[in-house]
């Protein structure tokens, strides 16, 4: 194990960490918060962007940046609202260590899938050579393995997203979009 497999781990280690003291309801909202902001960013930023741009007259690639980060922001924290309640009732009925140790499982996850989504954006933005040496790179056993798993997870939420705005073009064809293109195309 080199330096690279370490911080991964430290890192899965602090998300397991977490996810026990947060719990499994608490962390799969969290993460479905997550997916769902990522999913309804992708569908919804056009027509918010273009209502910051008429509303409040910003140029149209800051309203677009906006839009999608401002609904990045709302829908997970709407889910992470539902989730604590939820998480309330479940340790109201003693069912609080259970609920916390499947957490850390969950925990484990979401910051295996976050970490990759760090090393695939510094593999596409080639911020990974400047940064990480390339024999450590080589020579990990667990960077391969996360960056792959977080490249498959990202292509099969791209493919649901577009398969939606496929749907949704074929409803109603005048709002169909410029250009539709894969961003792990290029991975």
Known sequence: MNTVDWIILILLS?????????????????LGGVIVGIICGAMLYMPAADFLENTLKMTHNVAQ??????????????????????????????????DRLLGAVVGAFKWFL?????IQFMDMTKMSDKILDKREKENSGIYPVVRNASGFCLG??????????????????EKKQDKFEDPTSNI
Do not use: C, Y
Request: hydrophobic share 60%.
């Open 14 to 30: 602090i998300g397991l960490i977490m996810g026990f003291v947060r719990g499994v309801i608490r962390q799969v909202f969290s």
């Open 65 to 98: 940046a906006l839009s999608f980060i401002v609904i990045l922001i709302i829908v997970p924290m709407f889910f992470g609202l539902m989730g604590k309640l939820l998480s309330k009732l479940v340790h109201a009925a003693d069912l609080g260590f259970i």
């Open 114 to 118: 976050l970490i990759g989504l760090v």
């Open 156 to 173: 099969w939420i791209w493919t649901k997203v577009k398969k939606n705005a496929e749907i949704e073009n074929l409803i109603s064809p």
